[in-house]
């Protein structure tokens, strides 16, 4: 694989915390309960909960960190990678668009046009999704009343999720369909030595 298409070292392990705690947080919500006001929860419901909590406020910190490396990284871990919105990030996006169109599959990996694009897409939905968590965590009351506040920011959250579903469905899927067509994406984005 070319060297270009291999994403950098710090941002495999970003990515490696992006991915497990997204994961974990998606499987955690179709068993927890938030607390409510005059509702008992059963233990699993109360301890999945807590524990989305504390993973949220993780996948947080490694947005935080994430955003961080992808601003001051001078290699194609950069912001401009992520968000090839320019004029020569969009004409790679349109290539790479034909490409797709003329049935072949472009080179995935660490470089702009539609793979960083997508990925672009994918730690904005990730960045809004712990945001409106984290926000949650200090503003929601642990008696499970909910102020105005903590009503708004609970059906953003719940609004966003979908889109994170959705993106990670289709990311899994997309990578499984690049592992088919023999790229080695999948390999060298875990490839944490």
């Known amino acids: 694989m070319k060297a270009s298409t291999v994403w950098a070292r710090p941002t495999r392990f970003l990515h490696f915390g992006l991915a497990t705690t997204v994961t974990f947080q998606l499987l955690l919500s179709l068993v927890m309960e938030a607390p409510e006001a005059g509702r008992t929860r059963s233990a699993i419901e109360s301890l999945s909960f807590e ?11 490694v947005v935080v960190a994430h955003w961080i490396w992808s601003i001051s990284a001078r290699d194609n871990s950069n912001i401009r990678t992520l968000f090839p919105w320019g004029k020569d990030g969009l004409a790679s996006v349109m290539s790479d668009l034909r490409e797709l169109k003329s049935m072949r ?66 990311h899994l899927a997309v990578a499984v369909f690049h592992k088919k067509m023999g790229h080695d994406t999948v390999k060298n984005m875990f490839d944490l030595s």
Do not use: C, Q
Request: no cysteine.
């Open 51 to 61: 524990t989305h909590e504390w993973v949220g406020m993780t996948a947080l910190a």
């Open 105 to 170: 599959l472009p080179e995935g990996g660490g470089r702009g046009g539609l793979p960083g694009f997508v990925h672009g897409l994918g730690f904005l939905a990730a960045t809004a999704m712990a945001l409106t968590g984290g926000i949650l965590f200090f503003i929601l009351p642990e008696d499970g009343s909910k102020n105005e506040w903590a009503e708004i920011f609970h059906h953003i959250h719940g609004f966003i999720a979908n889109f994170v579903w959705a993106y990670w469905g289709g």
